[in-house]
């Protein structure tokens, strides 16, 4: 399956990079999808390793486990802060 994967915030700017595509195979989860991101280059280890990251596929909120269908746009994204 492909997907359209957007990085916001301090993540993209992190990793140089605001969207990419990536193919996987079927039954990829959202945490696939993130551990197969932080094994593409060396410093985006580093971006996903804390493992604090939010996801939205399809914008709607999803959790880790969430399987994801061919043609999902999965967004990343810090938790958000502010006062």
Not at 3 to 12: D, E, G, K, Q, Y
Not at 21 to 33: E, H, K, Q, Y
Not at 48 to 66: R, T
Request: hydrophobic share 45%; net charge negative; glycine share 8%.
């Amino acid at each position: 399956m492909v997907l359209t994967v957007l990085f916001f915030a301090s993540l993209r700017e992190r990793l140089g990079c605001n969207k990419l595509s990536l193919t996987l195979p079927a039954g990829a989860s959202v945490a696939d999808v993130i551990t197969t991101l932080a094994e593409r280059e060396p410093g985006w280890c580093e971006a996903f390793e804390q493992g604090q990251c939010l996801a939205a596929v399809n914008q709607q909120m999803v959790k880790p486990d969430y399987l994801l269908a061919d043609g999902d746009e999965l967004a990343l994204f810090p938790p958000v802060t502010g006062g």
